[in-house]
């Protein structure tokens, strides 16, 4: 081999440091909860967005109707239902089918793309969603997480 055994091991320590890097870099994106931009509600309680997306209050703290969005599927779905939700899909879906069943309450209404989901927030202020930062723009509004 053209490389020793010393010099052959680092690079490919490096090479996978570097494929790491890459990687973790790539997987970084961070979900935001958005609002219409005219929804005075600029700043949450974690607890409050909870409550909204699963349907247990029915408006802002300012006393506005919500109207919670989400997306059918995908990791950022996945890491909103953990994260924010704080159950996995299968405690999510058992959630709905109780509420549903007893005719409380519906899921809220779901969207292939985040693209689709930001342009319903970005048409409807009583709206709130979630998508990944690097999205975002002047059509909707990022609410603070407190």
Do not use: C
Not at 8 to 25: E, F, G, H, P
Not at 66 to 95: D, H, I, Q, W
């Amino acid at each position: 081999m053209f490389f020793n055994k010393p010099f052959s091991m680092i690079l490919k320590m490096l090479l996978l440091l570097a494929l790491i890097t890459v990687y973790s870099t790539a997987s970084q994106a961070e979900l935001v909860i958005i609002v219409h931009p005219d929804n005075p509600n600029i700043s949450l309680s974690k607890s409050t967005v909870k409550k909204i997306f699963l349907r247990r209050i029915k408006g802002f703290p300012d006393g506005s109707a919500a109207k919670p969005v989400v997306l059918k599927e995908g990791e950022l779905r996945r890491e909103f239902v953990k994260t924010v939700l704080r159950k996995n899909e299968s405690s999510l879906s058992s959630y709905w089918s109780r509420l549903l069943f007893s005719g409380k309450a519906t899921p809220p209404m779901a969207f292939k793309t985040q693209e689709a989901l930001m342009r319903y927030v970005a048409l409807h202020t009583n709206a709130i969603g979630y998508v990944d930062s690097t999205l975002v723009n002047d059509y909707v509004k990022t609410v603070i997480l407190q």
